[in-house]
């Protein structure tokens, strides 16, 4: 039985990473999906509203779970017995990042692999920053997220006012 991990922030969990989860947990016998609780970015959800949106999208895939870590990724592989660590590659620049990641990981952990999966081309400009933006300015993210993720931006960018889009970075889409 091989068991991989898909690791990340999912802040929040879009379609693009939806995609990339189904589609490895199809090669793989067991997908643990590792929900990231201290990246060095700021977020919009804490980390148990992360997992609870992520846990709820996958609820009834067979060969799914969700889990919420920290630390480095190896360790929570080795935790969970994972010898896969799944990534998803939207664009060229990608692959850079996840190369010198991929290497990092390699030289702490050499018994656990990367397989890198090419986002389906709906998906290829789709971040969740891009998300978080096109949202915090009203606009209709309901194409790129699931229904109960969009509710919850509703939610938190109601809670957070005209302020919210300053409380933490955004990607510019206004040029």
Known sequence: MVRAIFP????PIHLGHIDIAERAALLFDEL???VYDRPLKNLLFSPKERLDM?????R???NISVVGYQ?????FCRSVDAKVIV???????????????????????PEIDVVA??????????????VREIASLEGDVSSLVPKLVL???????EELGEDGPRSFPLTSLRD
Do not use: Y
């Open 117 to 130: 999966l090419i986002t389906s081309e709906e998906h290829s400009f789709l971040t969740g920053s891009t």
């Open 32 to 34: 643990v999906i590792g």
């Open 8 to 11: 990340g922030t999912f802040d």
């Open 54 to 58: 992520v846990s709820q999208v996958f």
């Open 151 to 157: 509710k919850a931006l509703k939610k938190r960018f």
């Open 71 to 75: 630390g480095l990724t190896v360790e």
């Open 60 to 62: 009834g895939h067979r």
């Open 87 to 109: 990534r998803g590659l939207r664009v060229f620049s990608d692959f850079e990042h996840e190369f010198r990641m991929a290497l990092a990981n390699r030289r702490l952990a």
